[in-house]
């Protein structure tokens, strides 16, 4: 599934256009836009760019605040290649982004929020 925007195209991995899935449909429906299931596509215009990002935020803060569970030190030296920090809201989560389905949702939503910021 691909995330079209004005300037650019984000490709959602399988996991994060399930996680997804629901409420981009709600988004296309209040919006008036199409999913184009042929093309495994949705384009988002420009002036919609904003309330598509407070979307996402939305949906990565409820994500957060539900189901994050901070590491242990121990698990973070052990494996510190599994582990990635984001800033969110002025708050750093550090998340498993390779093995918890937590971590793995979490960085996609992460990474799809900032690619929507950018011009």
Same mark, same amino acid.
């Given at each position: 599934?691909? &995330? =079209? ?17 629901? @409420?981009?449909?709600?988004?296309? &429906?209040?919006?008036q836009l199409?999913?184009?299931? =042929?093309?495994?596509?949705?384009? &988002?215009p420009?002036?919609l760019?904003? =309330?598509?990002?407070e ?12 189901? @994050?569970k901070?590491p242990?030190q121990?698990e ?7 582990y ?7 708050v750093? @989560?550090?998340?498993? @982004?390779r ?6 949702i ?6 799809? &929020?900032?690619?929507? =910021?950018?011009?």
């Amino acid at each position: 599934m691909k &995330i =079209k925007l004005e300037a650019k195209t984000v490709e959602l991995t399988e996991l994060w256009f399930e996680y997804l899935f629901p @409420y981009l449909v709600r988004f296309s &429906i209040r919006n008036q836009l199409s999913i184009e299931l =042929k093309n495994k596509g949705i384009l &988002i215009p420009i002036e919609l760019q904003p =309330k598509f990002n407070e979307m996402l935020e939305e949906i990565l803060m409820q994500l957060l605040s539900e189901c @994050y569970k901070e590491p242990t030190q121990k698990e973070r030296s052990k494996n510190s290649s599994r582990y990635q920090k984001i800033d969110f809201k002025g708050v750093i @989560y550090v998340l498993n @982004y390779r093995t918890d389905i937590v971590g793995k949702i979490g960085y996609g939503l992460n990474y799809l &929020i900032e690619e929507t =910021k950018k011009k």
